[in-house]
Structures are given as C-alpha cells and as structure tokens.
C-alpha cells in the first residue's frame, strides 16, 4: 500500500554550489556519473605557492581546492566597492554566489524574489581573516569592513541585505552538520509561513586551498589521501572544499506557481548525542539512530520504503561502523531488497559545513534522475554493513514498482548535532502542446556578461531539444530582468531559438535608463489591420475579453487593453510614443512588449502567460570575476615606508572645493594665500587667518591673531567652517597647531618639507613631529602647485606630499630583514610620559645604532619623527620599529643589521596597504565614472543639489553623481548615509528616508528656510 505524502511537504526547487572539480551542481553529476574525481594530487607549484614543504613528515600532496579558486570574485554585480571585495571573506562571497545562482535556477529573481525569502547557513573558521587580514581591524574603516564581511555572524545578514530578502537571516554553525540543519530550519520556517521560500546551505573554504594535509597516527584524515566511505579498508578521510545552496518552497505552493520540483521533503529532524559516546568529538549510536527515527515519523514513512540511504560516512573506521550501527537500528528486517548506502565524500572529499546540503543535492538528483548511486573506490563491505544494507560500486538505475522512491540524508556534526532528511522523487509534469511565438529576456551588468548569458542558454538548449520553450520564455521573464542592459529576441520554437541566439541580428538590445516611463501608442501605416487586432488579442487579451473589430481602431483598442493588462502605462499624453502598423503579426506584439520592457516599462510576465507560465532550470548569470584578495604578508612582516608618486585628481575640483565649504584657512606665506584666493575664485567661502601681535577682526571678514587667541577665533567665527588647514608652518611657525588641532579635530595640517620625499633628508626637521598633531596632513614642497595642493587636501586619506604638480602618498613596503648586529633598544613606554616629546629623552649615541620601538598610533609617530630628527642631526643610527607587541630580540639584530633604514614596520597588515611597483596605483580616493544605474544622469541644479552631489561624490568616490540617483544604489552603506546627513545637521535617518541628492537637498533648503 503506497502512504500518501503528508501535506507538510517542501519542495526542492533550486540548487547551485561549487565543489572540488566541478564548477556547479550539473558539472558534479556528470563528474560522478562518469567517475572524475574532485580530490587529485597538488602539484609542486600549488604546495610551493602554500607555503607548505611536500618534503614534511607525514604530509599528504592530495587535495580538494574549489573549482575555479576562491581569489576572484564580481564585485560589480553584488555591488561593492575594490576594498569591500577584496577584504569579503570567502565563505562570504560563494555564498553570495550560491545564494544568487540556486534562485536563478529556481526561477525567481536574484534580487527581487516578489516573496519573503529566507535564508539559513554556516560557514567554517575564517581563515582568510587570520592568514590574510590580521590587521584589518587596526587600519581606518577597517572594522566595519570586518564586522559586515567577514565575521561568521554577518554571512547572513549580508547576503540578504545585497539580495533583499526580507525573511528570516539566520546563521547556523553545528560544524560538519550545519548545513543540513540549516535545510532542517528553513522547512520549519516554511510550514510555519515565515518565508514563502528558503535558503539553506553551507560553505567550507580551508586555507590555503592547495596545501594538502599533514597525517598523524590517531587522527581523521587519511594518510595516503583517499577516502574509502563504508568500506573495511576505510582509515580516514580528506577535506574538501565547497559551497553550496539550495532553495525550497512548499510543495502546494510549488505547484501552484508552476516551479520545478527536483524533490520533496518529506520530513526533517535534529536532535544531539548528549552524553551518551565516548567523548565530545566522538559520535554517537542512539542519537544518530533517534534522529532517523525521528525524521521517518515525521515523514510519515516506513523504513522499508526508503530504497537509498546518502551516509555521513566520511571514511574513517570508528565513524562508519557508529553510523552503520545506528541504521541498522532503525532500519529492521522484512526488506523485498536491501538499502543502497553511498557517501559522496570518496569523490570530492569531507565538505565540513557544506557536506549536508550536497549529499542532499546528490541524493535529490538521484531521485529525480532515477539512479542508485555507487561509491566510488569501494571494494570491501565495512563489517558493520550487515544484510539489510548494499554498497554499489557503480551507479545502476533504480527500478520503479509502482510506488513513490523513497531516500534519506544524514548528516552529523563534532558536538554530536545530528541532522537527517527523508526525501521523495518530484511529481512529473504533463506535457502541453507547443505554442508560439515566444519572447526571450536576459540582463546583465555588462556587455560581456550579456553576450555569455546568450551563448550559454543556446547550448543549454542544444543539449535539450525536450525543452518547452515557453516554460523557457516564462523562466527568463521572471527571473533575468535585474540589470539595466538589456536584450530580448522573439523566436518560433526551439530550433529557431538556437538558430536566433547565435544571430545579432534578430538581437532587440537597448539599456533600461528609466523606471516604468509612460507610453503613447500612434497609428502608423499599413495594408491592413486585421492581423494586428488578432495578434493582440490572441496573445495580450484576457480570456473574457470577446474579439476585437478588424480594423484600425479595433486593433489599437486590443493593444491598449492588452498593455494596460500587463501593466505597461498608457497615456495620451506621455511624449514616448510606440508605432503601431497595420498588417503586424504576433512576433511583432511581442516584440513591441520587448521594446517597452527595455525602455523599462514594468510588464507583469505571469498575466502575459495568462497564469499559467511554468519554471525550468536554466544557466546561471555568468558572473565577470576579477581578483580581489589580500595577499597574506611574510613572516615576519616586516616593512618600510616608501613615497609613491600619486597624483589627485583635480576634475571637477571646483565642483569638489564648494562641496568642502566653507572654508578656514590659516595663511601664513605665499602658498596659503594663493589657497585662499583659490577657493574663492572656485565660488566657496573662505575665511583667511593670518599671524599677527593680537585679536583682530578684518573689515574682509579676515582675522588675524596673535598668541592665545584661537579660542577667541572660534567664538567670533559667524559660519562653521567644514573644512579648515592649518598652513602657519609653511611659513616657518607653528601657530599653536596643538591649540588648533583641539578645537578642530578634522583639521588640515600643512607642514613644508617635513617628509623626505625625493631624497633621504627631511628640509625642515623641526616640522617633523608636526605631521602627527592631526589626523589628515599634506606636506607642501615650495614650487607646489596651487591646485593639486588642493586637490590632496580635499583627499580623505593622508599623508600626502605635493611637489611641483605631483603628489606623492606614503606606502609601506615589504623588507626582508636578513643578518644581525647589535644595537642600544629603547622603548618609549620607559621613558617619560606620552606628552612629553620623546627626542627630549633620546641620548646621543654618535656613530653608533639604536633601535627605537614604539606602538602604532599617534604617539608612536611622533616618537618615531624625534628619531627620525636625532639621526638627521647625527646623533646615532636611530631606526625606529613600530610594533604592536615587544618584538624578539632576533628581530631587533636583524632590523640593526640594515643600518640605512630609517623606519620598520612589524605588522601582519601595514598601516597603509603596500602597492607593487609593477601595479600601477589607484589611489582610494580616486575617481570613478558614474556606474550605470536604472535612472538616468539628471544635471543637478545649481545651489544646494550640486553641493550635495559633490558631497556624495567624494564619499563615495565617483567624478560625478546625478541628482535622482539613489546613494544605495551608487553602492553607499549606512555609516556613510549617517556620516553625510550629519554634514548639514540632519537626523541620522535622513539619506535613507531621502536617498537621492533632489530629495535631500530639499530638505535642507527647508531645514534652512
């Protein structure tokens, strides 16, 4: 007797990953079926790039490294900034990916699903955060990079927030089995209608990829890298790397909406060991066997019905006989034919927190394609198998009787969290006759990407000529329209949609420039208008609308029904306008839908299929990867500061010095009177301070001030400067830059030939200790040029150097210390306190060395330019090594040993990222062209929109910004919203409530008026 399926049920609907040796989820069925393993020998380049010594007892050169590495990634679709991708945190980034691709796949948008999506998963340890960015959170704006790209608590959030998915964020961490209880967790938000569809899944990303693993007697991993799952030979397993995702849904409303089914869940549960195994790592028999049980129960299935178990067995002895053990508890005798065991792991190894959801991806294609799988490698049964059970060692088809197949999932974590999973084969799909024409849609973010997207759904195609193509046309509709460009081709049938995907010219491409514009339809010529009004009822009409007159009139009246139905917006008088002619047929109709879709028109896909469109599974988005990634230091990390030339942009400075006022400026030479005359002529205010005996206010609206008197200077101020520089050292005095630096924090500080740019020696060493009062300074060489002097000030990220018209930025390069020798080691923690300026201290060692260490920050720089100053009056061989810690005493010999260096830096990432002389630099602050957006570029006006159009320009570093463009999507985040609202006195929440530079400016005319 067949047991119905309960109505609980969740359907499997979309699936993505990326594993050892295969690229996607298609790849890894047609690499098990054909026996390509994902685990295979590191060659001596991949171990030497490690780090790792092949020669090292016990080391095992047998590896699992993710398919196409985990270095690259697209920023641009995820929109996030050079610095964002680079620091994102791997598991971070295939999780995007997955997350994006298994809702393509399913058939819903990336990032506009039109339901509540949730999403559940875990990651492993982040590696790349201890190898790569040790440092990241002592560097500016590192931390929130850290706390939204790279902690495991993030992984989530993240990836709902960069695809808007609005049910619950949640991230599960179980160790081995995290995944699979992720896939447990959002079926419980499913039947409790959390979230209409769910993401559950895991990614484990080891680092380094290619370093393979050392063996020691007792532990898990294997010592000659295979991995023998379920076998009497088995002696430990491989870690493998992988990502990967799937989406689910309830299975009535799965059908209902017409998705595709790869299977159905049947029941789910979790449960833990206790205290009832050997020890913590140690599995254990009755929870593992409760947690089958359990998971039967609520499936509402007997154990005999299940034809394939898909195992935990991750090949090592004691493991795979508990695991054995526990189902031949639950599974009883009285079978007509033994359970098929398999384990996927001998394949592409021990996924850790993506190992659950890709057993489950295995077993539900399985189920789907009707297949018993084998083991690969398995040759002798584990004495625990017992006669209940069978191995495969090769995939055979599974025979149909008439009833449902029937498989379970396990997967168990350290910590005894168990997790198991009963699925059933999808229902099928009638077949309907073939219709047509059909109308197909794609979008991407450039044009390489949309031309691999087209090249990619016609071999798809090609390889499956059973397609229904308006299942096809239907998919793509609804799941590929996120990207302004644009293109759509009207085809036939499948032939002639191969035919037509390979044939620019049938191509209909345009870029979407606008939100859902309104539209006149005009009568154009024509022979006739009979198969005009036909073709626009037949395809556009509702069911209960009665034909339309044969004529000219009739068909306009169809048209305009038929797109005001599918919610394009019609109105006399719009000034777009569509041409309507006489004797048009229905691939014109639809090829008119097109146009107005990518003049971005909002077009309801599903009316256009009368509610009857059906999802398939088609390519993915081809992502345009690029490397970002932090290059893990040496070690020691030792490096040494290093001026590169960097010249500031200065287009659109005007534009940029208006946006930064109005100004304070102390003059006090040439220089920072030809600023201030600079900035006028730019249109901004400015307000000159220049040194003299006393007080005074200048009838010019000037000051001049004398000793003690900038606090007097701040209360006679009528308008708050934004931006104020300090240039009194240019002329050779320091003006109370202390004073100054108090009551203007942000301030600018100009100092003249404080740093040795071109050459070894500092000009004016008694400035040195100057360039550390503040946070942003610029050192300003006597022929600078006015402009790019400007330019870096308005720079967010200083020190900077200006000479002649070139600017210069401080780097910190890599040094390899080598050699020793010895020298007098100061610390400045033991001499006098901070405020004290630590040269005062430091002795007169003559031709000798000495080392300075302090710590990174203020302090340590001052410290660090007294140094500099005593060993350019010669009073020693002064190197100072800044470091966190206290640094070994065979660090010191070796940093003594390079007597020519003036600074070292002890760091795991320096304070300013080093740049390869071979790279060509790219300063942060650089501009950028304006991305392309979904509105098009309106002037902002004159006033109030331009200022704050500079504002957002230089936040967030594009050459210009236009005034109905959104801050979020131009890729600005909520500290910077918080940061620009603050600038005009707003509340914090005024950018997300007014995100275009139109709105926002608005308000502060209002706020002003």
């Known amino acids: 007797m067949t047991e119905p399926a309960p109505e609980p049920a969740v359907a499997l609907v979309g699936m993505a990953g990326r594993f050892p040796g295969a690229a996607d989820v298609e790849q890894l069925r047609r690499n098990l079926a054909a026996g390509i393993p994902g685990l295979r020998e590191l060659t001596d380049d991949e171990l030497a790039a490690a780090g790792v010594d092949p020669a090292t007892p016990g080391h095992v050169r047998v590896g699992g490294p993710v ?28 999780l995007l990916e997955c997350s994006w691709e298994a809702l393509e796949r399913a058939g819903y948008r990336p990032t506009d ?31 929130p990079l850290l706390s939204a790209g790279v902690e495991r608590d993030s992984l989530t959030s993240l990836v709902s927030y960069k695809l808007g998915l609005r049910g619950p964020a949640i991230t599960v ?79 009535e409303d799965a059908l209902a909406d017409g998705d595709v089914v790869h299977a159905v869940i049947l029941g789910s549960a979790v449960n833990n060991d206790g205290r009832d195994r ?13 947690v089958v049980d359990t998971a039967l129960a609520v499936a509402g299935v007997k154990p005999e019905t299940v034809g394939y178990v898909e195992c935990h067995a991750v090949g090592t002895p004691l493991g795979d006989s508990i695991e054995l053990a526990a189902l031949n508890r639950v599974f009883g005798p009285g079978r007509a034919s033994p359970c098929v065991l ?34 690969a490698g398995f040759r002798t049964p584990n004495p625990a198998l017992g006669d209940r059970f069978t191995v495969l060692p090769a995939d055979v088809p599974w025979p149909s009787d008439g009833t449902p197949r029937r498989a379970g999932v396990s997967s168990f974590g350290v910590g005894g969290t168990n997790a198991h999973v009963v699925l059933e084969e999808p229902p099928r799909r009638s077949p309907r006759p073939p219709g047509g024409p059909h109308l197909l849609t794609f979008s991407a973010g450039d044009p390489a990407a949309l031309d691999e997207a087209t090249s990619r759904l016609r071999a798809h195609l090609a390889a499956h000529p059973s397609l229904e193509l308006g299942d096809v046309a239907f998919t793509l509709q609804v799941s590929r329209g996120h990207f302004a460009l644009r293109r759509a081709v009207v085809v036939r049938d499948l032939p002639d949609a191969v035919a037509a995907l390979a044939d620019p010219g049938r191509w209909i491409d345009g870029e979407t420039r606008r939100r859902d514009p309104r539209f006149r339809l005009v009568a154009g010529a024509g022979p006739g208008w009979a198969s005009t009004a036909s073709a626009a009822h037949r395809l556009l009409a509702g069911d209960e609308v009665p034909a339309p007159a044969a004529t000219r009139e009739g068909a ?30 229905a691939a014109w109709v639809l090829s008119a839908v097109a146009r107005l879709w990518l003049a971005g028109c909002s077009v309801d896909w599903a009316a256009l299929h009368r509610g009857e469109g059906r999802r398939v599974e088609l390519p993915s988005y081809p992502f345009q990867r690029k490397r970002f990634w932090v290059d893990p230091p040496p070690s020691p990390a030792a490096h040494v500061p290093s001026w590169r030339l960097e010249p500031q942009p200065v287009a659109g400075l005007e534009r940029r010095v208006r946006a930064a006022g109005p100004w304070l400026v102390f003059a006090g030479d040439p220089v920072g009177e030809a600023l201030a005359a600079r900035i006028t002529l730019a249109g901004s205010e400015v307000t000159t301070v220049r040194s ?39 002329g050779g005095a320091p003006g109370e830059i202390e004073t100054a630096a108090g009551l203007w924090p942000g301030m600018v500080t100009l100092t003249s030939g404080a740093v040795g740019v071109l050459g070894p020696d500092l000009t004016t060493p008694a400035q040195a200790a100057l360039t550390t009062l503040t946070p942003r300074h610029v050192d300003v060489g006597p022929d600078a040029a006015v402009d790019q002097v400007l330019a870096a000030i308005l720079c967010r990220e200083t020190p900077l150097a200006v000479r002649g018209d070139q600017s210069w930025r401080l780097h910190h390069e890599p040094c390899a210390l080598a050699g020793h020798a010895e020298a007098a080691v100061y610390r400045a923690a033991d001499g006098p306190g901070w405020g004290e300026p630590v040269g005062a201290v430091l002795p007169d060692l003559g031709g000798r060395r000495g080392i300075l260490v302090v710590q990174p920050g203020a302090t340590g720089r001052q410290a660090a330019a007294e140094a500099r100053v005593a060993r350019l009056a010669g009073r020693g061989l002064w190197t100072t090594v800044v470091s966190a810690s206290d640094p070994s005493p065979s660090v010191l010999a070796a940093v003594a040993a390079a007597d020519h260096l003036t600074e070292v830096v002890l760091s795991g990432v320096p304070p300013v990222r080093p740049v390869s002389a071979a790279e060509p630099v790219q300063a942060t602050a650089s501009l950028r062209p304006r991305p392309e957006l979904g509105t098009p570029f309106v002037e902002p006006e004159p006033g109030l929109e331009q200022e704050v159009a500079a504002a957002w320009a230089a936040a967030l570093g594009y050459d210009e910004i236009g005034a109905d463009d959104n801050f979020f999507d131009l890729g600005g985040r909520s500290a910077g919203a918080v940061r620009i609202a603050a600038e005009w006195n707003l509340p914090a929440t005024a950018v997300v409530e007014l995100p275009t530079v139109r709105l926002l400016a608005a308000r502060i005319a209002e706020e002003r008026s």
Do not use: W
């Open 556 to 585: 306009l009246s169809a048209l305009t029904a038929g797109l005001t139905r599918l919610g394009v917006r019609l109105d006399e008088s719009a000034t777009d306008t569509l041409v309507v002619d006489g004797g048009s047929d």
């Open 113 to 143: 699903p039109g339901v509540p999506v949730g999403l559940f998963a875990g990651c492993a340890f982040p590696d790349y955060l201890t190898r790569n960015l040790s440092g990241l959170a002592a560097e500016p704006g590192g931390k």
């Open 278 to 290: 050997a020890g913590y790592p140690a599995p254990g028999v009755a929870g593992q066997a409760a």
């Open 67 to 94: 398919e196409g590495g985990v270095e690259t990634f697209d920023a641009a679709a995820f929109g996030l900034s050079a610095r964002e991708a680079e620091t994102l945190e791997p598991h971070h980034r295939l």
């Open 692 to 730: 003299g005996p006393g007080f005074a206010a200048l009838d010019t609206g000037d000051f001049v001030v004398g000793p003690g008197d900038l606090p007097e200077l701040l209360r006679s101020l009528v308008v708050v400067p934004r931006t104020v520089v300090h240039g009194f050292a240019l």
């Open 342 to 375: 398999s384990s996927v792991k001998p394949s592409i190894g021990h996924l850790d927190r993506a190992s659950g959801v890709t057993s489950l991806i295995r077993a539900a294609v399985n189920l789907r394609d009707g297949v018993l799988p084998g083991t």
């Open 173 to 251: 961490q179980t160790y081995c089995s995290t995944s699979l209880v992720a896939v447990h967790l959002a079926c419980q938000s499913l039947l409790t209608y959390e979230c209409d569809l769910a993401l559950a899944g895991g990614a484990a990303l080891p680092l380094p990829q290619t370093g393979g693993h050392l063996h020691a007697e007792g532990d898990i991993l294997s010592p000659d890298g295979r991995v023998r799952a379920l076998d009497a030979a088995a002696n430990g397993t491989v870690m493998g790397s992988g990502a990967a995702v799937v989406a689910l849904k309830r299975l």
